[in-house]
């Protein structure tokens, strides 16, 4: 069965600070793997995907996020947090035609 | 770029009633989705839909759902007679052609918050 977990429901960083997002996944065939924003009121946006072409993948507005196959992981970072970064993070794993969302990380950023 | 547009924005309906939910994915995608979110939790897998028939459904997507591509433009989402725990937002997502590969992206719509009452 496939599956992504995020931890942390919620988290909250100054505006410059370093931003993690954690992300597990769990997958019986090499996944390929999504980061997705919603900000209030909109739909879901694609922030990256892995393919496999690259373990560090590049998304927009300065995400990234690095593919760690041992560590099952892939977690979402940015080097500094603007205040409009604030909104619902979510992580994604599709095998098929099928994906999968974790429960979603709300992120905060203070002034 | 290209969108996925969902119709009404919000829905309250009573519990017991029909309510359908409309989409229109992008016009070259052949694979769609439903997905829903309710407040606070994850979103969740609904159905999938490709070649004019329900190519996957969730233990959510019961007999009260069923959905329709009635005229090779609009996506539907009817549920029969409504209760209060599907209120949640309903989002539509589409697909492009090559998807089957698992590394296409999902388009989603802005979504359809339902209030059961």
């Known amino acids: 069965a496939q599956s992504v977990t995020q931890l942390g429901s919620h988290v909250s960083v100054s505006e410059g600070a370093l931003v993690l997002l954690r992300c597990n996944y769990s997958?019986?065939?090499?996944?390929?793997l999504f980061w997705y924003v919603q900000y209030p009121n909109q739909g879901l946006q694609l922030l990256l995907k892995?393919?496999?072409?690259?373990?560090l993948v590049k998304g927009i507005n300065g995400f990234e996020a690095e593919f760690k196959k041992s560590e099952t992981s892939f977690h979402l970072t940015k080097p500094s947090a603007h205040m409009s970064d604030a909104a619902e993070y979510f992580c994604a794993v599709n095998t098929g035609n099928q994906f999968y969302f974790g429960t979603g990380t709300s992120l905060t950023v203070i002034p | 770029e290209p969108e996925v547009t969902q119709t009404p924005s919000h829905q309250v309906t009573q519990m017991g009633q029909e309510v359908i939910l409309r989409c229109v994915p992008i016009s070259n995608h052949l694979y769609f989705y439903w997905y829903r979110q309710i407040l606070g939790q994850k979103v969740e897998f609904l159905v999938s839909f490709y070649n004019n028939e329900i190519s996957e459904k969730s233990e959510i997507f019961d007999d009260q759902f069923s959905v329709e591509r009635p005229d090779g433009s609009n996506f539907t989402l009817k549920i029969r007679s409504t209760k209060l725990e599907d209120s949640a937002m309903y989002f539509c997502?589409?697909?492009?052609?090559?998807?089957?590969?698992?590394?296409?992206?999902?388009?989603f719509g802005s979504g359809t918050q339902l209030s059961v009452l």
């Open positions: 997502a589409s697909t492009s052609p090559r998807s089957g590969q698992g590394n296409e992206k999902l388009f």
């Open positions: 997958s019986s065939v090499p996944p390929y």
């Open positions: 892995y393919t496999s072409a690259a373990t």
